[in-house]
């Protein structure tokens, strides 16, 4: 591979074109390729490039790190792009030392700690820094590297190591008692609207005003999605559009019922009318591109995924999903030209 792009470039390929996936820099370092990544950075391949969705090579080949790639790979690549200038405190989509340590890649912290990063700059998503994330998390390791780097925060009391996982623990329990106490409150209002519903279609005399009914119904759709009852949480979700055609939300999660239901084309149109309504709204896209990749209509699911990236960087589930439909692409193109081959 290293020599047909030592080849490419000789020919007069351009080292920084463009492509769904990033420049070339970008792909090599998502797949970990150090030595493909070294030939590009001696032909000026560019290391500060921003690629919507991805952002730069550096945050590319640390997104993928833990999963295809090995963080030693990972490491190669990193130490090529400091070598090559690139910034290591850029922040889209985040900056690299709160995505490494966000991937738990102790590693990979250290050396960007070393070469110079900021372990003061908060994620974009979030808000937190580095060591606020790893204490989250319950990585004490990590907490232990960042720790010499980061300025004291004011609402963590005792600024030690025991401290700042103490102070992490107390607030992660708040969030779970509070998240706690909204479910129990969610479902006994879903069980009150079906009370509510039920003694209405026996009172022809109880009328509701438009918005509560709408709720109701939502919260019934979203009941029948947890135990994973897509048919009646399409119902319900299709009698709140009829009382508000013109929610997003409801097209977009009975989009997702119709998907979990083998109806691809009916999950297609919803996502369709969501980016209608609310065409700033990424999840709308996502919709589109999880349809489009269940009717194997791979580029287009890319152009979906890739639209929503745009809307929201800090998407792991959008980028993720874009990735996916890269793959899909490149196999379905493979298999293609094996079948010209062999006729």
Same mark, same amino acid.
Request: aromatic share 6%; hydrophobic share 40%; with cysteine.
């Given at each position: ?188 209002? !879903?069980?009150? =609207?079906? #009370? +509510?519903?039920? $003694?209405?279609?026996? *009172?022809?005399? %109880? ?117 996916? !439909?890269?793959? =899909?692409? #490149? +196999?379905?193109? $493979?298999?293609?030209? *094996?079948?010209? %081959?062999?006729?």
């Amino acid at each position: 591979m290293d020599r047909l792009v030592r080849l490419l470039l000789s020919k007069g390929a351009s080292v920084n074109v463009l492509s769904c996936e990033g420049m070339p820099l970008h792909v090599a370092a998502s797949y970990g390729k150090s030595g493909i990544m070294q030939i590009l950075l001696q032909h000026n391949a560019d290391p500060h490039k921003v690629v919507a969705d991805l952002g730069t090579p550096m945050a590319a080949v640390l997104s993928v790190a833990s999963g295809r790639v090995s963080e030693s790979a990972v490491l190669k690549c990193m130490k090529l792009l400091v070598k090559a200038g690139t910034n290591l405190n850029f922040t889209n989509p985040d900056p690299p030392l709160v995505i490494a340590t966000s991937k738990d890649l102790s590693g990979c912290v250290e050396y960007l700690l070393e070469a110079g990063a900021n372990a003061n700059i908060p994620s974009n998503h979030g808000c937190m820094t580095p060591i606020e994330i790893a204490a989250n998390s319950g990585r004490r390791k990590l907490v232990e590297i960042l720790f010499p780097f980061t300025s004291p925060i004011q609402t963590v009391s005792n600024w030690t190591v025991e401290g700042i996982i103490a102070h992490a623990k107390l607030r992660k329990n708040k969030s779970e008692l509070s998240d706690k106490d909204s479910n129990v409150q969610l479902k006994l209002n !879903a069980e009150k =609207a079906t #009370k +509510k519903q039920d $003694s209405s279609a026996t *009172n022809p005399c %109880s009328k509701r005003g438009d918005k509560d009914k709408k709720a109701e119904l939502k919260l019934l759709g979203a009941k029948a999605v947890e135990q994973k009852d897509y048919a009646s949480a399409s119902k319900f979700y299709s009698e709140a559009i009829e009382v508000d055609p013109d929610d997003a939300t409801l097209y977009s999660n009975r989009s997702l019922c119709h998907l979990r239901r083998g109806e691809t084309d009916d999950a297609l149109l919803d996502a369709n009318a969501c980016i209608r309504l609310q065409p700033d709204w990424p999840k709308g896209y996502y919709r589109k591109g999880a349809a489009l990749m269940s009717l194997k209509e791979y580029k287009e699911a890319c152009d979906a995924f890739l639209a929503g990236g745009k809307l929201d960087p800090a998407s792991a589930e959008i980028h993720d999903a874009f990735w996916e !439909a890269v793959e =899909a692409m #490149k +196999k379905e193109y $493979s298999a293609r030209q *094996n079948s010209k %081959s062999s006729d």
